[in-house]
C-alpha cells in the first residue's frame, strides 16, 4: 500500500510539473516512434499498468506513461532502471517538450497563445530519406529503389480537450517491379455477371519488388501518382517504376472528455488494433494504408474498453496488376475501376486487461459504401446484423488472449475468423475444419520476454498462418445503391488491412530488439517464410488478397499447404538500427538494415488444386528459380 501511495504521488508530481513543457496534445504519436518499444518493455517489466491494443497514442497518453515509469522506479527500495535507461527516458521526454518561439532542433516554430482558451500550433517540418538495394546471384534480379517523403505540419490544442493535426506530405519514389515468369495467376470466374456463363477465367499479372526485403515494401503516395518520365500518364492507374511523384494529406482532430474515460479521433493515419507485438497485428495492422475514419475510446474502468472505426477504404491503383478483371461490359457497360472499390470499413473491440490477463475480442466489416446504421453502432454484433440485412458483406471475428508474467515476459494467442463453414462428421471434427477451402482464417501465437542487465532489451518470437482465401470475400453482384459488381476484399488502396503477410502463407519471426546506448537502437532479425506461388503451371489458388471464391463447388475443395502446388520459401537474415544525432545538436536520425534472402520452391508431383494431398520437392527452374541476395536499406530523418 505505501508502495502504491509512493507511485501515486510522484506520478502526479510529474505529470503536474510538465504541465508548463509539454503541449498535452491528444494528437496521435505516430507508430514508427520508438517510445512505443520503450513503454512495451516497461510492461513486460511492471513498470507501468496495461496499455491499450489500440494505436497509436496520443502524446499525452505517451507523456503520463513515461512520467509513470519513471514514477514507479523511483518509488522503488531498489533500483528499477539502469542509467541509460534513465537517460533514454528523460530524452524521450525531451523530445516532446516544445518552448515558444523558433526550434532549430525541431525544425519548427511553437505559438501558444495568451488567452483564456488556451490555443496552440506547433508549425514544423520533417523529411524522411530512404534507399534500398538488392543484388542476386540472377543479376537480372538486381534492383534498386527510393522514397524521398517531405512534411510540412500544424499541430496544436483548442482549449484543454480538443487537439489538431494538419500533414502535408510530398512523395517522390522509384519501387521497380519485375513480373514474375510463367503463366498469369487465376483469381476467379465471370460468374458474377448476368450473361457470362462462368467459364471463362480472370487473370492478374504478379510481380517482385527485389529492392526491398520479402513483404516489406509499402506504398507511400496516396491516389495519383504522377511519373517522373511522363507527366501525361495517368495518375491512377500507375506505379512508381522508373520514378514518380506525388503528394497527400495526413490530419486528425481528437478529443477527450470525462477525464480521458472518453476520446475520439477523426481523422487519416496509419493505426494498429489488437496487436500482441509490433506489425503483429492479424486484425488492423500498422503496415496498412492509412484511410479516414471516425474512431473512438470508451474507458469506464481501468481493467475494461470499448473501442469503435469505421472509415472510408481508399482506391488501389493498381490497374497495372488488376486491368478490367472486375468490368464485364456484356453486363454493365463500360465502368471505371475505381468504382468496383467503393467499400467503407467498421471494427469494434473489447478489452478486458486483469492482474496479468489481457483479453480483447472484435468483429469487423467490409461494406459497399452505404448508410448502413448498423456498423455505426459500436454494441451490434456485425455479424449477426449483416445475416440479418441479407449476409451482403464481408465480415470476420477476431480475438487475442495473453498472459504476462512481470519481470519475464508474454505469451499471446491469436485468432482472426475470415470465414468458417462449420464441422463435417464424414471428414472428422479436425479435418475438415483444417482442410475446408472455405474455413478461411489466420491463427498465431508468440512469446515476448525482457532481456535482464541489457537497456530496455526484448526478444520475441512468433508463428502465424494465414490460410487460402484469408481477407478476400466471394464477390458482391449489385449490392444496395450499386448497379454493378464491387469487390470486397479486405483491404485499402491495394494492400492488407491485416497481416502483412498475404493469404496461404505462414511465417516464424524471431526479433531481438534493443537500446545500448541513450541515442541508439539496434536489432537482429530472422523470417522463415513459405507462401503459395501466385505465377507459372502451378500457381495455389487462394494466394493473393485480390482471389475469389467462386460460389460453385466451393464446400467441396480442400487445401494441403504445401502439398496442393508450388510454394516459395524464405529465409531471411537482417540486422539494423538508429542513431540519433540530437546530443551533438544536430536534427538528424541515421536508420539501416543489411541482410540476406535465400529462396527457393517447392513443386509437388500431379495436377496443383486438385483436392488432394501430393508430395513435393525442391524445383529449380525458370519459372520456379533458386535464389539468393543481399539487400542493403538505409535512410535519414531530418527533424524527426
Known sequence: ????????????????????????????????????????QAELRGLCRAMPKVKPYSEKTVINAINEIIAASDASDTPLLSKTERDILFDTLERFKRKPGKDGLRGGYYYEGKGKLRTTADLTFKADIFASGGIYNNKDDDQWGFTFLPTVSVRGDFGTQLSYDFNLFGNVSRAVLKQNPGKPYNIGKWWFTKTEDGSADRTINTYANKAFFPFSYRKTWDGSVYKIGDLTASGLEGWCDEGAG???????????????????????????WA???????????????????????????SWFSLSTLTGILEFPNSKYIVGNIYNSKKDHGDYDNAAFFQNAYSIAMLEFDFKHIHIDFGTTAVWPKRFELGYFFPLTDKVFYQNNIGDLDNIALFGNISYTYPKIGTVWASLFLDEFNGFSRVTGLLGD????????????????????????????????????FC????????????????????MS?????????????????????????????????????????????????????????????????????????????????????????RKFKVPLTIYGDVGFVYSYFTVIDGTPNNNEKRDYHIADTS?????FGAIVSGGVKLYF
Open 1 to 40: 500500500m505505501k508502495r502504491l501511495l509512493s507511485i501515486t504521488v510522484c506520478a502526479a508530481l510529474f505529470v503536474f510539473s510538465g504541465a508548463a513543457l509539454f503541449a498535452q496534445t491528444y494528437a496521435a504519436v505516430p507508430l514508427e516512434h520508438p517510445v512505443y518499444q520503450i513503454i512495451t
Open 246 to 272: 506525388g503528394f497527400g494529406i495526413n490530419l486528425e482532430i481528437a478529443a477527450s472528455a470525462f477525464d480521458d474515460k472518453i476520446f475520439i479521433r477523426f481523422g487519416r493515419l496509419s493505426r494498429e
Open 275 to 301: 496487436g500482441m507485438d509490433k506489425g503483429a497485428s492479424l486484425v488492423f495492422g500498422g503496415a496498412a494504408h492509412p484511410f479516414l475514419a471516425l474512431e473512438a475510446e470508451i474507458s469506464p474502468f
Open 433 to 468: 475444419f483444417i482442410h475446408a477451402t472455405r474455413n478461411m482464417y489466420a491463427t498465431q501465437v508468440g512469446m515476448k520476454a525482457s532481456i535482464p542487465f541489457l537497456p530496455f532489451t526484448t526478444i520475441s518470437c512468433r508463428y502465424t498462418k494465414i490460410e487460402p
Open 471 to 490: 481477407y478476400t470475400h466471394t464477390a458482391i453482384n449489385k449490392a444496395p445503391w450499386y448497379s454493378h459488381y464491387i469487390t470486397e476484399a479486405y
Open 493 to 581: 488502396a491495394g494492400e492488407n488491412l491485416g497481416y502483412y503477410l498475404p493469404p496461404n502463407s505462414d511465417e516464424l519471426y524471431i526479433r531481438v530488439e534493443s537500446s545500448p546506448l541513450t541515442a541508439l537502437t539496434a536489432h537482429l532479425e530472422y523470417q522463415f517464410i513459405r507462401h503459395g506461388a501466385e505465377h507459372g503451371g502451378q500457381a495455389v489458388r487462394g494466394s493473393s488478397i485480390y482471389s475469389e471464391l467462386d460460389p460453385e463447388g466451393r464446400d467441396a475443395m480442400r487445401k494441403y499447404f504445401l502439398h496442393d502446388g508450388a510454394y516459395q520459401w524464405f529465409h531471411i537474415v537482417k540486422i539494423g538500427g538508429e542513431y540519433s544525432l
Open 623 to 627: 519459372e520456379y528459380p533458386t535464389e
